[in-house]
């Protein structure tokens, strides 16, 4: 269990709370990023990322979940290695699809510890910077936040 969220629907829970987040579905933010430059909206990028991510780790443990049962079938008395290591590998697909859970609800979070306060604006500061100390051109304007992006989204659907 995820946070309160029952296994078996951790990737629709997820889902339903980040098109909630953005405002507009998964599938029509997915195709304004692909028709968006690819600095346009890095945090509903990033956010997309993560989504992918958890879907395929959700598949990997289905699928680790699907042969162990098999197996479990197959062979009703003492469990020998080799359905030991399939009970493994479902440990440590629950392990990577709980960790990915747990990023895509950090990033939906805007109070989450390490986004405000001062070890936020520390870990700011240590950033590399990516344009010069000294600007050689007009500031640059940012395409469009998440929330400009899924406004953008939901005139183009009308």
């Known amino acids: 269990m995820v946070n309160g969220i029952s296994d078996d629907d ?15 579905g998964l599938r ?7 028709a968006a430059p690819p600095a346009a909206a890095p945090a ?21 979940e699907d042969a162990l049962l098999a ?16 009970a493994q590998r479902v440990n440590a697909a629950v392990t990577v699809r709980d960790g990915r ?7 939906l979070d805007p109070n989450a510890p390490g986004k405000r306060g001062p070890a936020a604006e520390r870990l700011a500061r240590l950033r590399p ?11 640059h304007q940012p395409v469009a936040s998440p929330a400009a992006l899924a406004a953008q989204v939901r005139r183009s659907a009308r």
Do not use: C, F, N, Y
């Open 10 to 24: 951790v990737v629709g829970v997820l889902t339903a709370q980040i098109e909630a987040h953005l405002g507009v």
């Open 28 to 34: 029509q933010v997915k195709a304004a990023l692909a």
């Open 44 to 64: 509903a990028r990033t956010l997309v990322r993560w989504h992918r991510l958890l879907v395929d780790s959700q598949r990997t443990l289905d699928r680790a």
């Open 71 to 86: 197996e479990l079938e197959r062979q009703p008395g003492e469990l020998d290695d080799p359905t030991m290591e399939l």
């Open 101 to 107: 859970a747990t990023v895509v609800r950090w990033l």
């Open 129 to 139: 910077r990516s344009e010069p100390a000294v600007p050689t051109s007009a500031p």
